[in-house]
């Protein structure tokens, strides 16, 4: 069973921009913090950012500035817009419902100098 897809990955030049989108079953979305994770080939898998359901948001340090994490409550998506984006942004960006531990299938996020 899917509880959580992510989309809108794909291949930009440095300094471009991506907007990634994440949809979760209603009561899903309504009741977690939804968060954002990646995982480069050969690293550990890192915090990007989060929103809890009231809106208070937090960023990796790496990405403060660059990208900005929105939900829209009436509507059941949530977005990572990400701009200024360098080659060390390259990796498979994860979706999470931080509450019931749901995480998305990844979508491939690469940047090229």
């Known amino acids: 069973q899917v509880q959580v897809v992510e989309s809108g990955g794909g291949l930009v030049q440095a300094g471009g921009s991506l907007r990634l989108s994440c949809v979760a079953s209603?009561?899903?979305?309504?009741?977690?913090?939804m968060g954002w994770f990646r995982q480069a080939p050969g690293k550990q898998r890192e915090f990007v950012a989060h929103?809890?359901?009231?809106?208070?948001?937090n960023y990796a340090d790496s990405v403060k500035g660059r990208f900005t994490i929105t939900r829209d409550n009436a509507k059941n998506p949530v977005y990572l817009q990400m701009n200024s984006l360098i080659p060390e942004d390259t990796a498979v960006y994860y979706c999470?419902?931080?509450?019931?531990?749901?995480w998305g299938r990844g979508t491939q996020v690469t940047v090229a100098s």
């Open positions: 209603g009561s899903i979305f309504r009741y977690n913090t």
């Open positions: 999470v419902a931080f509450e019931n531990n749901y």
């Open positions: 929103i809890s359901n009231d809106g208070y948001t």
